[in-house]
């Protein structure tokens, strides 16, 4: 404590000015007591008397600097007005100065001796108040350490530096079994029992070791203490030496708690951190073998490294992955660990074969723990064969893509009986979902790149195709310019097709040219397909015909230019027209001759006519007259002539069936047809026995002639050619395609088919003059049916009969279209 | 002469072949026809023919004709009957080689009696001279020549 504090006090409540303004009122107050007992005392006596009081009040309540002012002003005031009332010349004299100068000297002693003691006063007065104070503070601390103590959990064993037990809360009690009265003062060894957990034996006392080593040492792990009923409970905490100033060891404090509770719930979570660390490392394996699985671009190393895959996580011996393949059927794409024997057997897996078709049937997983005690694979081929593989578990999980539709299966096998557990399945789960992924992936990889390629291949075939076929093509823009030119174009144009691009159409084709095809790439920039052949004089003096075909081309939806493929016609066109001409001399030449063969054959017919009338008026007239040779040659004469006759009349009737007369009009009943037909060949009919059945017959828009013609030929035919049977001829129809295809089937004695085509040719026939005949009828009846755009054939075997089929058009408007070619 | 007027029945023949005129004459005889017959050898003498018969006395008493003649056709005789006011009344019967279907339009249009096909042998020729004398009895009433016999 300095000594300037009580000052500074008292300057703290009295100021500067009170104090000495007190100083002046003090020595004011002294001046006028003084004046008071001059009556008493006299004017000159005692002149200070009054003086010292007020100077000893001074130094006592307001400190040394103002008594010494109120020592000066007294001074002043006794010497003024007590020493010499009468005028200052008395303060001459030495007796008043000695006098005042004591007066001086004694007031300035008392003044100091007054401040000490008020000094020494007041310091004694603090230092009790201050005492007072700490005891209370300490007091309260204690109170408050004992509640803290008492109320934490935590058990607190305080020891003097003898070990003996100085202070023990309630949570020591309770651990301990001991009391806090009962413990106080004994040893702490003896209340405080520790042991190791794990080798049961007793551990060194951490009281101890805290002595020993005098810092603060915790417990070791596996600390347990002993209670009084000899239950060991685990406890963790610290022992804390308590040390003096001096480094002296004063005791130990012990603070530890129960932390049964505690190793109970971290062992718990031990074992969930195990676990997840489990899964973890799964997740991570997966992760990573997704990673990797993304380098495969082929399926069978993707498979592979799934299977693998599969087999780490299921623990399993073997396994495979098959795919589903188009007709539903599990194929095996990759596996581990089997025999051919097995991959043989199980090569192709319909549904519900087996445990992989089961689980492709059940849409779901299936386990067999053992396949000994399968329902579903129980007296079936497969439990063998998976015997023979050493095979005892199996379990199948279905890829399902995100689609929800299984894409394959894998499966894992075990050599005994195995049930894999929950995590192993979830896992095979996150596998199966993974792959199903992959696999798309990598067939939709395979799908892009085989269309990839295959753009490639057919864009570099039609580049190939474009520069190297006779047409020529071009990309033109809508400025008339050309943009590319292929290098037949260019060559067709006598160019180089490098310099061909950005050129005007019209300077390279020359105006002619140019005015010829503009109304046709006018029309394709209107987004039109152009087609066109047209003559054009290229630079004005080479004519070429051409074929084009413009397409336009798109820069969004408006039409930036076309593509045109041009090819030379002019060869073509040259030939068309010799064709052409060809043609119509061939048409001549037919139709002289088809002229010439009616005329022929009608022309003929009046000079024969003669010929046999006369030679029957020689037979009918004169035979009396001729001799036996004479009349045979005559016989042979009449004989020949009536052939002829037969021929010419055939011949007239093929020719008159050319494809020049009109089409008919109108429609008859083919019914009626027949029945004429019949009634005509009724002599014929009779005398063979023979039965003609036909079904209804549709009306048709023919000639009635024609129509007759083709079916007396037909069934003459039969009745002709006829086996030793009676014939048996039938007429059918049935309509299809627009055509009725007709049919006249008999018992005859049939056609050897290498005939077949001959037959229909005109004047060819089989047999000899035994059967009667031209040779004409068949033909006929082919030029009758192609007059209508139909078609005769017939179908036969020596000895089986006939069937002769023809079409007739069903429709009139086709009938009168054939008819007019 | 007229058949109605009593006489041998007056025939123009327009044909060019011999050999049918020959038969033809054996036809009406075989009918038992004494007719007189008028040849023309082709199509302009039987033209001439019509033209010098103005008279409706002057015409024959029936006109058989073959279509496919030499110079002038059938046709264009069918024609010149037609328009001639003297022949208007003679029956005509034609005679060709060529089937009626062939010709049928134009003898309908025409005024043509009678159609017949040139026979293929020698018993349906030696009809035609019956059809010749049913015509004759068609137009004049009764068979003259044959009860002239």
């Known amino acids: ?821 | 002469m007229r058949a109605s007027t009593g006489g041998r029945a007056r025939l123009l023949v327009v044909e060019d072949n011999a050999g049918d005129v020959g038969l033809l004459r054996m036809a009406l005889q075989h009918a038992r026809l004494d007719c007189e017959l008028i040849i023309a050898e082709d199509g302009a003498k039987a033209l001439d023919y019509i033209r010098s018969r103005g008279v409706p006395l002057d015409a024959p008493d029936l006109a058989i004709i073959d279509l496919n003649l030499p110079k002038h056709d059938g046709f264009e005789l069918l024609e010149a009957i037609q328009r001639s006011s003297a022949w208007a009344d003679v029956p005509v019967l034609v005679f060709s080689s060529s089937p009626y279907a062939d010709n049928r339009k134009k003898l309908d249009f025409l005024r043509a009696v009678r159609f017949r096909a040139k026979p293929p042998d020698l018993d349906e020729y030696l009809e035609i001279g019956l059809v010749v004398r049913e015509m004759l009895a068609e137009w004049y009433g009764l068979d003259r020549a044959a009860e002239g016999r």
């Open chain 1, 1 to 821: 404590m300095s000594i300037s504090e009580p000052a500074k006090k008292i300057e703290r409540w009295r100021p500067a000015l009170v104090r000495y303004s007190l100083a002046v009122l003090a020595v004011a107050a002294a001046t006028l007591a003084r004046m008071a007992l001059t009556p008493l005392l006299g004017a000159t006596a005692a002149p200070f008397i009054t003086f010292v009081i007020a100077i000893l009040f001074v130094a006592w309540y307001c400190g040394l600097p103002p008594a010494a002012l109120s020592i000066l002003l007294s001074a002043m005031a006794g010497a003024y007005f007590f020493l010499s009332p009468a005028g200052l010349l008395s303060i001459a004299r030495l007796e008043n100065q000695i006098g005042l100068g004591v007066f001086v000297l004694a007031t300035l002693g008392i003044a100091l001796l007054a401040d000490s003691q008020r000094r020494a006063v007041h310091l004694a007065r603090k230092e009790a108040r201050e005492r007072k104070r700490s005891e209370a503070e300490e007091r309260e601390r204690r109170e408050r350490l004992e509640t803290v103590l008492a109320s934490i959990g935590a058990s607190v064993i305080a020891t003097d530096s003898g070990g003996r037990i100085t202070l023990m809360n309630p949570g020591a009690s309770s651990l301990t079994g001991w009391t806090q009265y009962q413990a106080r003062g004994r040893p702490a060894g003896e209340v405080f029992v520790t042991a190791n957990g794990h080798s049961g034996g007793d551990a060194e006392s951490p009281i101890a070791k805290a002595c020993r080593e005098r810092r603060i040492v915790g417990f070791s792990d596996e600390t347990q203490l002993k209670g009084k009923d000899g239950v060991g409970i685990p406890v963790d905490g610290t022992a804390a030496p308590m040390l003096d100033e001096s480094g002296r060891l004063s005791g130990v404090v012990l603070a530890f708690r129960d932390v049964s509770a505690w190793k109970e719930s971290e062992h718990q979570l031990g074992r969930v951190r195990d676990q997840l660390e489990l899964e973890l490392a799964a997740t991570r394996g997966l992760h990573d073998l997704g990673t990797r699985l993304l380098l495969h671009h082929d399926l069978p190393s993707l498979l592979n490294e799934v299977l693998a895959a599969a087999k780490r996580i299921a623990g399993a011996d073997m396994g495979t992955i098959q795919l589903l393949d188009a007709d539903g059927a599990l194929r095996i794409h990759a596996q581990d660990g089997f025999t051919s024997e097995f991959l043989d057997f199980f090569s192709k897996v319909s549904q519900e074969e087996a445990v992989c078709g089961t689980a492709l049937a059940r849409g779901e997983r299936v386990i067999v723990r053992d396949i000994e005690e399968c329902d579903f694979l129980a007296t079936t081929a497969a439990l063998d064969i998976l015997r023979r593989a050493g095979v005892r578990a199996v379990q199948s999980t279905p890829i399902v893509n995100r689609a929800g539709t299984p894409i394959g299966m894998f499966s894992t096998h075990y050599r005994t009986p195995t049930e894999p557990g929950e995590r192993e399945l979830r896992l095979l789960d996150l596998l199966a979902r993974q792959a199903a992924d992959l696999i798309e992936r990598v067939r939709d990889e395979e799908a892009l790149r085989k269309s990839r390629e295959e753009l490639g291949r057919s864009q570099q075939q039609l580049l190939l195709v474009t520069e190297n076929m006779a047409a020529a093509v071009t990309r033109c823009s809508r400025d008339f310019r050309y943009v590319w030119v292929s290098k037949g174009c260019a060559a067709w144009l006598w160019r180089d097709p490098e310099g061909m691009a950005g050129l005007p159409i019209r300077d390279v084709l020359g105006p002619e040219a140019y005015e010829t095809i503009l109304p046709y790439m006018e029309r394709v920039l209107t987004g039109e397909r152009v087609e066109y052949t047209a003559q054009v004089n290229y630079f004005g003096t080479r004519k070429r015909w051409i074929h084009a075909v413009y397409v336009p081309t798109y820069s969004g939806a408006e039409v930036d230019g076309w593509i045109a493929v041009i090819s030379d016609v002019t060869d073509a066109k040259d030939s068309e027209r010799q064709l052409q001409e060809a043609n119509a001399s061939l048409a001549r030449a037919n139709q002289d001759l088809e002229r010439f063969a009616f005329v022929a054959s009608h022309d003929l017919q009046e000079p024969l006519l003669i010929i046999t009338a006369y030679s029957q008026l020689l037979q009918r007239n004169y035979a009396s007259r001729l001799d036996g040779d004479a009349a045979i040659f005559l016989e042979n004469i009449v004989d020949g002539t009536r052939r002829m006759r037969d021929l010419l009349a055939d011949l007239l009737t093929y020719t008159q069936l050319g494809p020049h007369t009109e089409a008919p009009t109108e429609t008859v009943d083919l019914n009626l047809i027949l029945e004429d037909v019949k009634s005509n060949l009724r002599a014929l009919i009779a005398e063979t026995d023979a039965i003609v059945t036909a079904e209804p017959l549709p009306p048709l828009r023919v000639y009635p002639a024609h129509c007759a013609s083709l079916l007396q030929n037909l069934i003459g035919n039969a009745l002709r050619y006829r086996s030793d049977q009676n014939p048996r001829i039938h007429v059918s129809v049935k309509q299809a395609d627009g055509v009725y295809q007709f049919a006249v089937a008999d018992n005859g004695m049939g056609i050897d088919p290498k005939y077949h085509d001959q037959i229909f040719e005109v004047f060819q026939r089989l047999h000899g003059s035994e059967t009667p005949g031209t040779g004409a009828g068949l033909a006929i009846c082919k030029r009758v049916v192609e007059r209508y755009g139909g078609r005769i054939w017939v179908e036969s075997a020596e000895g089986r009969g006939a069937t002769f089929f023809f079409t007739l058009p069903a429709s009139a408007a086709s009938a009168a279209g054939a008819a007019g070619r």
